[in-house]
Structure formats: structure tokens, C-alpha cells
């Protein structure tokens, strides 16, 4: 059983360290990395809130839908079900389709009201969605920069290749990608130590401006965001135990921990590695008597760049001994973008699923059943493969602009999302919900919590919109 929960730990680590740590450092260029970390850590103790907060909705929903078939259930059937114990029991529910497993469309359904669960609905996809789209132009590039081959020959090739296993191999894929995940976390880990090597006096010039500590704040809430999207299904796992729900909120909360960690130390990484801005001096080659383009965070940003690109470059230029670090850093891109783009691809057709469950009349015989269950698959696997086309195309229009995806809309998803998770727990305990028991309740001193992260996301939702306007106002002043 304690595979589980390491499965759990991984697929988190897999969800959350994906592009998000790529686009981050580049968001340094003006504030520093001071300014950074508080703003990193404010984001990253709301998403232990909401991991919390998310896991009490969880188990509100299975609490709710047993309470609910015991309410339904003739006499002779209940004690039919009671002579088993109470998981062989919830067991032969979940069988017969009564118990659904839980997902985000169910969630919404149960604790959101006045048509809350379809802002819901599109958030999660839109949020899927997007960050597939950033995941699949940086696995993209990073694929481009090894094989020397150009970006629009591979998009193509990483997007339905990756979204073939999704679809057909959902099942099994989780094992692969909790190895990859061990593997990537590893190297990110050697990674980040190289400026210890690289540069161990630290970067010249650095610049520490408290005035553009907004700058991370939106990729703050992506890089630390995302294990929400995988925690329902992930949580169908779980037997209806306290201790076993206890053990599978900690492993969600390491994952987070650990990715916490290590997108500070890669941050820190590309910071002292790579200027912030380049030198007023054009260096000029002495063979070619061309002029030199400076690598630095505030380049990359302009050309769209991940953060990867101008640090193996440095290394390149300034560091040729240290060669094999950008051989491990092009090796770790690709690994966990490709892992992060499957995660995410599980999250998404999981929650086409659960859409399609809903939608589904329920069936008496066992040959109809048989008849839905297909109906189900197909329906489910058309659909995602239209949202796997949508990712496709947006992707080849656009093959430079994986950072204004994450900030201009992967942002605004997530934080309606949490916006709407906050209601849900506040829904949950009020009515005829209150009263539900469940085996790991949320801790009383967190209760007033609730509203603290309701108004930090609703800022979120209102600064992204601002950013996102002013973009397209005045794109040379952003």
C-alpha cells in the first residue's frame, strides 16, 4: 500500500516541476532574487492551504455520496452490504457505479451552486490546457536545441506522440512517470549546484529592486500551483482512513516541498550564473569581427526564451569546462518537460471523463452497462483528442510565446480555480453538508485561513487581467 502513496509524491513533483521553474528566473531581471523569494513563499504557503483545504473537500465528497446511497438503499441491500467490511463494501459501490471517483466536474457539481461548477469546469481545462500548450513549445525548443532541428519540425512530433500514450496508456504510464520524476529531480539537484563551481564569488553588478517585486508574483502561483489538478484522481486511490488520508495529504504536501526547494535553488542557479541584463559593451568576436548578442535574463525574456537557454550558453561561452553541465541541464529539460506534459495530458483526459460520467444515464442490465462503458471511452478519447489538436495548433502559431501563455492565462485559470476551491470548503461546512463526518477534518485554526487565500487569489485574478490588458495596451511598457 505504500506505493501509494510514493506514486502520489512523485506525480506531484511530476505535475508541479514543469515549465514553471524554466519561466521563473527570467523574472529576476529587474526585482532580484530578495525580492523573489518573498513573494515565491508567500505563494508557496497558500498552496499548502489549499492542499489541506482540497483534501477535506475530498473526502466531504465520498462521505457525502455514501450518506446519500444509504439514504437510498432498501433495508435488505444495506444489510446486504454491511455483512462486508466497509471498504469491500464501498468496493462493490464504486462497481456499480454508485460511488463515482472523485474529479473536479463531481466536485463542482456537489459544493458549488447558481452554475459556479461550469466557471469551474473551464477553469481546470483552460488551465490544463494552457500549460500544455507552454509545456509543449519548452519540450519543444529543448528537443530543437539538442537535435539541432528546427522547432515547427518537432512540436508536431512531441504533441501527438506524448498525447497517444495519454489517451490509450493512461493506466499505465504513472510508473514511468514516477521513475522519470526520481530521475529529473536528480538532475535538477546536480543543477543547482554548479554556481557553487561555475561562480562561486557570485554574479558582479546584482541589483535587488523591491519596486518590481510584482514581476515573479504571477509565475509564483504557476510554479507552486498545479498539484490541485492531480489530487482527485490520485485521491480515488485512498481507503476511507484516517491515517491512510493523513499519509496521502503529507505526500502531496512533500511533493510540494520538495519542488518548493528546488525551484528556489534553481532560481538562485540561473541567477548568479547568468546577468541580469547585458553590458553596454558589444563584445566583438575577433575572427568573424561580428558583434557578440549578450545572454542574459532580460534577452531571454524579450525573445521568449526558457531560462535553460542563455544559463547553457554562459556556460558555453565563459565556462567551456563545465560543458557536461549543459549536456545535464538539456537532459533534465527534456525529461521533465515531457513527464509534466503527460501529467497534465492524465489531469485533462481525467477530467474529460468525469464530464462524460455525468452526462451518461445510468443502465439496469449488464449489457447496457457493457454498451455505456464504451460509449464512455470513445467519447471521452474523441474529446480529448480535440483538445490535444487545440494544443497542437495554438503551439505551431505561436512557438515563441510559452511565457506570455503562463502569465497572461495559465495564471488566471489557476486562480479562479482556488478562488473556487475556497468556496467549496466554505460551502461544505455549512447545511446539511456541516454535519457529514469524515476521517481527517480541516484543523480548527485554519478555518479563518480559508478567507486570507479567498483574498490573495482574488488579487491574483484581478493583478493578471491588469497585466494582461496592459499587454496589449502597452506591450513595449510590460
Not at 500549460?131 to 519540425?153: P, T
Not at 511565457?403 to 468556496?423: A, G, H, K, P, R
Request: aromatic content about 12%.
Amino acid at each position: 500500500m505504500n506505493i501509494v502513496y510514493l506514486q502520489t509524491y512523485f506525480v506531484t513533483v511530476a505535475c508541479i516541476l514543469g515549465t514553471g521553474c524554466l519561466g521563473l528566473p527570467l523574472t529576476l531581471d529587474k526585482c532580484g532574487f530578495f525580492p523573489f523569494l518573498i513573494v515565491f513563499m508567500t505563494a508557496f504557503i497558500v498552496q499548502v492551504l489549499l492542499v489541506i483545504f482540497t483534501v477535506e473537500i475530498l473526502q466531504k465528497s465520498h462521505a457525502l455520496q455514501v450518506k446519500n446511497l444509504k439514504e437510498k438503499l432498501n433495508a435488505n441491500i444495506y444489510e446486504t452490504l454491511e455483512d462486508h467490511s466497509n471498504n469491500e463494501g464501498e468496493a462493490i459501490l464504486a462497481k456499480q457505479d454508485v460511488i463515482r471517483p472523485p474529479n473536479f466536474h463531481l466536485l463542482g457539481e456537489m459544493f458549488l451552486f447558481y452554475g459556479l461548477h461550469y466557471l469551474l469546469d473551464a477553469s481546470v481545462i483552460t488551465y490544463l490546457v494552457t500549460m500544455m500548450i507552454s509545456y509543449a513549445l519548452a519540450g519543444s525548443e529543448a528537443y530543437s536545441e539538442l537535435l539541432g532541428i528546427k522547432l515547427l519540425y518537432i512540436i508536431p512530433v512531441f504533441v501527438w506522440c506524448l498525447a497517444v500514450l495519454v489517451i490509450f496508456a493512461v493506466s499505465h504510464i504513472q510508473s514511468v512517470i514516477s521513475i522519470l520524476t526520481l530521475f529529473k529531480g536528480i538532475l535538477l539537484s546536480l543543477t543547482v549546484i554548479v554556481p557553487l563551481f561555475v561562480n562561486s564569488g557570485g554574479q558582479e553588478n546584482t541589483l535587488n529592486n523591491f519596486n518590481y517585486i510584482q514581476d515573479p508574483f504571477l509565475l509564483s502561483i504557476i510554479t507552486t500551483g498545479g498539484g490541485l489538478f492531480v489530487m482527485p484522481f490520485l485521491f480515488a486511490k485512498i481507503e476511507n482512513d484516517s491515517s491512510k488520508i493523513l499519509k496521502y495529504r503529507l505526500a502531496v504536501l512533500m511533493g510540494l516541498i520538495t519542488c518548493a526547494v528546488l525551484n528556489i535553488l534553481w532560481c538562485w542557479s540561473v541567477f548568479y550564473i547568468v546577468p541580469q541584463h547585458c553590458s553596454p559593451i558589444i563584445e566583438r568576436n575577433q575572427s568573424l569581427h561580428e558583434p557578440v548578442v549578450c545572454n542574459s535574463l532580460e534577452r531571454a525574456k524579450e525573445n521568449g526564451e526558457i531560462s535553460s537557454v542563455p544559463l547553457i550558453k554562459v556556460i558555453r561561452n565563459k565556462h567551456p569546462s563545465f560543458l557536461w553541465v549543459a549536456t545535464v541541464v538539456e537532459i533534465f529539460i527534456i525529461i521533465s518537460i515531457t513527464v509534466s506534459f503527460m501529467t497534465f495530458g492524465t489531469a485533462l483526459h481525467h477530467t474529460i471523463c468525469g464530464i462524460v460520467e455525468s452526462k451518461f444515464p445510468s443502465c439496469s442490465s449488464l449489457e447496457s452497462q457493457r454498451s455505456k462503458n464504451i460509449a464512455k471511452i470513445c467519447t471521452s478519447s474523441f474529446i480529448s483528442f480535440i483538445f490535444f489538436a487545440i494544443i497542437f495548433v495554438i503551439a505551431m502559431l505561436n512557438p515563441k510565446g510559452f511565457l506570455d501563455v503562463m502569465e497572461q492565462f495559465s495564471t488566471l485559470s489557476e486562480n479562479i480555480l482556488n478562488v473556487l476551491v475556497c468556496l467549496m470548503l466554505l460551502c461544505s461546512r455549512y447545511k446539511d453538508k456541516k454535519n457529514v463526518e469524515i476521517p481527517l477534518p480541516l484543523p480548527k485554526v485554519l478555518v479563518p485561513s480559508v478567507y486570507l487565500v479567498l483574498l490573495y487569489c482574488s488579487y491574483g485574478i484581478g493583478y493578471g487581467i491588469y497585466i494582461t490588458v496592459m499587454h496589449y495596451l502597452h506591450p513595449n511598457n510590460i
